[in-house]
Antibody, heavy 120, light 109 residues
Framework: EVQLVQSGAEVKKPGESLKISCKGS????????IGWVRQMPGKGLEWMGI????????RYSPSFQGQVTISADKSISTAYLQWSSLKASDTAMYYC?????????????WGQGTLVTVSS | EIVLTQSPGTLSLSPGERATLSCRAS???????LAWYQQKPGQAPRLLIY???SRATGIPDRFSGSGSGTDFTLTISRLEPEDFAVYYC??????????FGPGTKVDIK
């Protein structure tokens, strides 16, 4: 069974750093792109970027380029999303997602989401 | 960036009725790289339709997708109680410039 299990909720202060994780299982982690999606409170879905764990090829949505860093450790089948300096506007639910076939594919599996709250 | 517009914003219907949701793109979506997702409160989205008209694994046949170019439609032939949710369209043909529509909420009349 394909599963993406994300790390738990985080409460941080503005200016702090953060790295959240997404562990894949039940499939060949290095053979599928993983994406990250933001959902701000009460709002819609926003595509942040993708990574191919097999070779760490990473592509960012223009809106998120320079704002976050996406990485992966294929040895432990885990993808990451990190911030160097959080802002209150980073408060959101973050989902990791497996792409079906290629970098231009729909998402067939989603993680359960990680809620990030940034507040002073 | 391709902008997706969904209409209506909210659709109020009764169980058993037919739901027709629209997704319009600001420019042509290449190779029908258009997907539909369902999201219920407190849950992650779920893939319903990809490639504009292909049902994802395990999705009931009351869900169907159609369209090409800039105009796409998700139809739910007969609403079941579990179908009341928010539906998003997504275009994924211009990676990494993937975009989602703002969503259509289907609620109980």
């Amino acid at each position: 069974e394909v599963q993406l299990v994300q790390s738990g909720a985080e409460v941080k202060k503005p200016g702090e750093s953060l790295k959240i994780s997404c562990k894949g299982s039940g499939y060949s982690f290095t053979s599928y792109w993983i994406g990250w999606v933001r959902q701000m409170p009460g709002k819609g879905l926003e595509w942040m970027g993708i990574i191919y764990p097999g070779d760490s090829d990473t592509r960012y949505s223009p809106s998120f380029q320079g704002q976050v860093t996406i990485s992966a450790d294929k040895s432990i089948s885990t993808a990451y999303l990190q911030w160097s300096s959080l802002k209150a506007s980073d408060t959101a639910m973050y989902y990791c997602a497996r792409l079906q076939y290629s970098s231009s594919s729909a998402v067939d599996y989603w993680g359960q989401g990680t809620l990030v709250t940034v507040s002073s | 960036e391709i902008v997706l517009t969904q209409s209506p914003g909210t659709l109020s219907l009764s169980p058993g009725e037919r739901a027709t949701l629209s997704c319009r793109a600001s420019q042509s979506v290449s190779s029908s790289y258009l997907a539909w997702y369902q999201q219920k409160p407190g849950q992650a989205p779920r893939l319903l339709i990809y490639g504009a008209s292909s049902r994802a694994t395990g999705i009931p046949d009351r869900f169907s997708g159609s369209g090409s170019g800039t105009d796409f439609t998700l139809t739910i032939s007969r609403l079941e109680p579990e179908d009341f949710a928010v539906y998003y369209c997504q275009q994924y043909g211009s990676s990494p410039g993937v975009t989602f529509g703002p969503g259509t909420k289907v609620d109980i009349k």
